[in-house]
């Protein structure tokens, strides 16, 4: 129990290090994992929508097919759907990724992993390549995860051209088999030209199911969180609703 309280703390003082959006965090993002599933294929389904405040209806999807061809690389093509209150749900990007697992650095138990994304945003604008930090680690009873993100849009536009910092976050005990429970965030950091300062952070419960249903082959994960707002995010929020299904299976 120690090392599980002191493994959530762990994941709470990251948190905190990486700093207080001006953007809200995008709300179909994940927390990446550093290790691919060599001959394993997902299909996921994610989502999120915003609650209350001036930004409440927002609501973003993605849809993502991920194939692990080793067990240090994974592939992926995606699509991310945009809505907003009063306009119809449109395709927002399309995109491609890849998840390399580096290793362990010695004598601290971290798992290192890297992730680099290239995004084709539509309707005139630019595209955008965004870089993770991925890191693991287990606190006794506790599986923490923490993504460090870079984002830099493709753009020569005034105003926009900015690389953006971020993190996501999280922490989960397994309390029953195959059911976790934990704490999840996702925030930002500010860019290159205003680094750190008030920014906007969504922190809150998360919980996780992994499902083998008989007679089929696969598994189904469920992913389900309800993040506060901090910081920031307080102006134009009362929080996020997250969700995510996805289905992996050897082919």
């Known amino acids: 129990m120690r090392n599980g309280v002191l493994g959530l703390a762990a994941v709470a003082a990251a948190i905190a290090w990486a700093g207080t959006a001006q953007a809200r965090p995008g709300l179909a993002n994940q927390v990446y ?56 749900r449109k395709l927002d990007s399309v995109g491609v990724e890849g998840v390399v697992y580096l290793g362990q650095l010695p004598g601290v138990g971290v798992d290192v992993g890297g992730y680099l994304e290239y995004e084709q945003r539509i309707h005139a604008e630019s595209g955008v390549v965004e870089g993770k930090l991925l890191l693991a680690r287990q606190f006794g009873p506790v599986k923490g995860l923490l993504n ?26 397994e309390v029953a088999r195959g059911w976790q429970v934990g704490l999840q965030a996702f925030g930002d950091a500010g860019t290159n030209r205003a680094l750190g300062g008030r920014q906007a952070h969504y922190l809150g419960p998360v919980t996780r199911w992994e499902l083998r249903p008989p007679g089929r082959r696969g598994e189904l994960e469920l992913e389900a969180a309800y993040l506060l707002p901090l910081g920031a995010a307080r102006h134009d929020s009362d929080g996020q609703v997250r969700l995510a299904v996805a289905w992996e299976a050897r082919f």
């Open 33 to 88: 994992s550093p290790y691919p599933l060599n001959g394993v294929t997902e299909v996921e389904v994610r989502g999120g929508r915003t609650l209350g405040g001036s930004a409440a209806g927002d609501s973003a999807a993605v849809v993502e097919l991920e194939h692990g061809f080793s067990d240090r690389l994974s592939l992926a093509v995606l699509a991310e759907f945009e809505d907003q209150p009063g306009d119809r």
């Open 148 to 173: 460090l993100i870079a984002r830099q849009p493709l753009t020569d536009k005034p105003g926009e051209g900015a690389m953006q910092f971020g993190y996501a976050a999280q922490g989960v005990v």
